[in-house]
């Protein structure tokens, strides 16, 4: 009476009934039969958490700390078995995606990569996230393409790709039925909107890396490889079209030059891979994520400024002046990110991943930061 109950209370608690000579207590049976030896690593593990959330108070930033996120004392071979599975080399490059997450937390890249822990993607009756969004990816690109050989009837061409899906449920299918609506939805907004800005579909799904027309695009040393999902030729010069099922959470100005909209700094990648690679080489490169769920046309397009206004944005893109977090910014820090992994931190940092991260059950950061001492 009179404590407060910090997080390892449970753990306490458990430690005092499986102790030895602990007497059984009756309102809790099946506690009372575990083996110390099931119950012990349990208790180890609610202690360090709730070390972990006292010290994480305890240290500044970067101070060492048994929760800092850094493997101390590597032999050479440990040290090279940890460089050879995180890669970024020109043997084994990084994904778009993994260097984003390399940008954003360490280690969810060192717990996918080096540890190799590979969360399943749960599959429901109606079909995985990611297969759904394959689908999707599928059917825009080949209503582009349809559109720019002559065939204006992108309806169809959706609804094609669409019905090629075998369906097994009702649900899955009540599913694809509502995933065509938002596509052809999604395709007639667009289409507006290239109309607009005069521009015209010219290459989608492109790929770059070892074995692609396009090399893996090399930031000083750090070697990055993925799949454009459209580019569009316009009279600025090129954009870079990133599909999302729903636009990015927190894609405002602030969040993207923080790289904390998640898919800002893979889109800014993937502009100067095109202001790199593709002839005519374009003046400037404009980025442009487009959410196919989303409720209200309007909110469909996201596009990106610099803080001093729309009319100098796009120039960062194409590696010119402009400030923000552009290209240049991106590359420095995943260079600086991949030295520090190779020499042993791998921190977890909070972000607006957390909550849906598929590391969370391994990470000792909690997926809800606390804004306020009283919460």
Not at 155 to 175: G, W
Not at 177 to 187: F, I, P, Q, S
Not at 342 to 347: E, F, I
Request: glycine fraction near 10%; proline fraction near 6%; aromatic fraction near 6%.
């Amino acid at each position: 009476a009179g404590r407060t109950q910090l997080p390892g209370a449970l753990a306490l608690e458990l430690a005092r009934v499986s102790g030895a000579g602990a007497r059984p207590i009756r309102e809790q049976p099946v506690a009372a039969k575990l083996p110390h030896s099931v119950i012990a690593p349990r208790v180890d593990a609610e202690l360090e958490r709730m070390r972990a959330f006292a010290e994480a108070t305890a240290h500044a930033p970067g101070e060492p700390s048994p929760f800092a996120g850094f493997i101390e004392s590597m032999s050479p071979a440990e040290a090279q078995l940890l460089a050879g599975r995180l890669g970024a080399t020109a043997a084994s490059a990084l994904s778009v995606s993994a260097a984003e997450n390399l940008l954003a937390c360490p280690f969810l890249v060192f717990a996918e990569r080096v540890v190799r822990a590979d969360p399943k993607d749960r599959v429901d009756d109606d079909g995985s996230v990611r297969e759904l969004g394959q689908l999707a990816h599928r059917a825009l690109l080949a209503a582009h393409r349809s559109l720019a050989e002559g065939d204006h009837d992108y309806a169809a061409v959706v609804r094609r790709v669409l019905d090629e899906e075998p369906t097994t449920s009702a649900l899955q299918r009540v599913r694809l039925e509502r995933l065509y609506g938002d596509l052809v939805a999604t395709l007639a907004a667009d289409l507006e909107r290239q109309s607009l800005e005069g521009a015209s579909f010219l290459d989608g799904e492109r790929a770059f890396g070892d074995g692609e027309p396009w090399p893996a695009l090399d930031l000083g040393g750090v070697h990055v490889r993925g799949q454009i999902d459209r580019i569009d030729r316009a009279p600025h010069g090129a954009t870079v079209v990133d599909y999302k099922s729903r636009r990015p959470v927190g894609s405002t100005t602030a969040a993207f030059f923080e790289r904390r909209a998640p898919g800002s700094g893979q889109i800014a990648l993937y502009a100067r891979v095109v202001k790199q690679n593709l002839a005519p080489e374009p003046q400037r490169v404009l980025a442009r994520f487009i959410g196919y769920k989303e409720r209200e046309v309007g909110d469909r397009f996201v596009g990106f400024s610099n803080k001093k206004g729309e009319g100098s944005a796009w120039a960062l893109f194409a590696g010119d002046a402009g400030g923000g977090q552009g290209p240049g910014e991106i590359a420095e820090a995943l260079v600086h990110e991949v030295a520090a992994m190779r020499g042993g931190a791998v921190p977890a940092r909070r972000n607006v991943r957390c909550e849906r991260c598929a590391q969370r059950t391994a990470c000792r950061v909690p997926p809800v930061v606390l804004e306020e001492s009283r919460e």
